[in-house]
């Protein structure tokens, strides 16, 4: 069973930068991909970000391209969110994200617990 930990959120300001952290515990080796998420109040989950995790290939958001990066540690059980410049509109709680694949073209998401990130103006 794949446990994720978050930490990294808090109070921003606008224009500042804020970094996330996710570490997992248990992860597989069919795990093969990590991302993250997020979620404001009345809006549904949006992925924010992902990151393959061998060729470490990315794609983000409309909304975050040139402010936020994803990477990760060489291991494969950290997964880190770079939150430049961030918006108000960045406020929400974010989630981190392991997938794996397991049977033929079946996946498992695990998610951690999430942490809350908000950006004052």
């Known amino acids: 069973q794949v446990q994720l930990v978050e930490s990294g959120g808090g109070l921003v300001q606008a224009g500042g930068s804020l970094r996330l952290s996710c570490t997992a515990s248990?992860?597989?080796?069919?795990?093969?991909?990590m991302g993250w998420f997020r979620q404001a109040p009345g809006k549904e989950r949006e992925c924010v970000a992902v990151i393959s995790l061998i060729a470490g290939n990315t794609a983000y958001a409309d909304s975050v391209k040139g402010r936020f990066t994803i990477s990760r540690d060489n291991a494969g059980e950290t997964v880190y969110l770079q939150m430049n410049s961030p918006k108000p509109e960045d406020t929400a709680v974010h989630y981190c994200?392991?997938?794996?694949?397991?049977?033929?073209?079946?996946?498992?998401?695990?998610w951690g617990q999430g942490t809350q990130v908000t950006v004052s103006s």
């Open positions: 248990g992860r597989t080796v069919s795990t093969y991909a």
């Open positions: 994200n392991f997938r794996e694949a397991y049977g033929l073209g079946l996946v498992r998401d695990y």
